[in-house]
């Protein structure tokens, strides 16, 4: 069975900074690799996801994940951290969802 | 429209109530998922449809009942709660198939007094 590993609950960068978040996945067979943002008081809202092929995967609000198979990693990154992107980060596996115990991150002005 | 829709948004009731939660889409996904999220902690799946089928109950109390009357509609049937099911409750829905992503709604905040 997959599982993912988010290393951090929480993450601190000031505006305009990198934003880096880190999953690590374990599978016996190819992953299928999400990122989904949760704000406050709401759903989960689909940020990108790797499936086959290119291994850089680029989503919404300017984030992107590379899918390292040689370090089982999948992180995800932002060149500049905007005050909207403080949030609950997830990564998740497979089909159902299995989900890494989240990265809260926060954007200081 | 890529909208999952969750009524209510907020219920309190008490230990003896009976009560339901709804959920529907209308992507033409034919599977559609309950997840119980408590605080600070990451989703756990509880239930899973499949063409109307349940087809995975992660050990979940028979005080939980799902139900799909369709292939838009879920629900999930509450009574004799206890206040530790106090969580948000998520319904999701996807394409079937190994490779698919899910759609969750915005979540009903249940409180149990």
């Known amino acids: 069975a997959q599982s993912v590993t988010q290393l951090g609950s929480h993450v601190s960068v000031s505006e305009g900074a990198l934003v880096l978040l880190r999953c690590n996945y374990s599978?016996?067979?190819?992953?299928?690799l999400f990122w989904y943002v949760q704000y406050p008081n709401q759903g989960l809202q689909l940020l990108l996801k790797?499936?086959?092929?290119?291994?850089l995967v680029k989503g919404i609000n300017g984030f992107e994940a590379e899918f390292k198979k040689s370090e089982t990693s999948f992180h995800l990154t932002k060149p500049s951290a905007h005050m909207s992107d403080a949030a609950e980060y997830f990564c998740?596996?497979?089909?159902?969802?299995?989900f890494g115990k989240g990265t809260r991150l926060s954007v200081i002005a | 429209d890529t909208e999952v829709t969750q009524t209510p948004k907020h219920l309190v009731m008490g230990m003896t109530n009976k009560k339901s939660l709804k959920c529907e889409q209308h992507m033409g996904h034919r599977a559609m998922y309950w997840y119980k999220q408590k605080a600070k902690k990451p989703p756990e799946l509880m239930f899973v449809?499949?063409?109307?089928?349940?087809?995975i109950n992660e050990s979940v109390p028979s005080r939980f009942s799902p139900e799909c009357p369709n292939s838009s509609l879920l629900n999930l049937h509450l009574h004799a709660l206890q206040p530790e099911d106090s969580a948000l409750y998520l319904c999701a829905s996807s394409q079937t198939g190994r490779v698919t992503e899910a759609f969750f709604g915005q979540g009903t905040r249940l409180t149990v007094v």
């Open positions: 998740a596996g497979n089909t159902p969802l299995v």
């Open positions: 599978s016996s067979v190819p992953p299928y």
């Open positions: 449809y499949s063409y109307e089928k349940l087809s």
């Open positions: 790797y499936t086959t092929g290119a291994t």
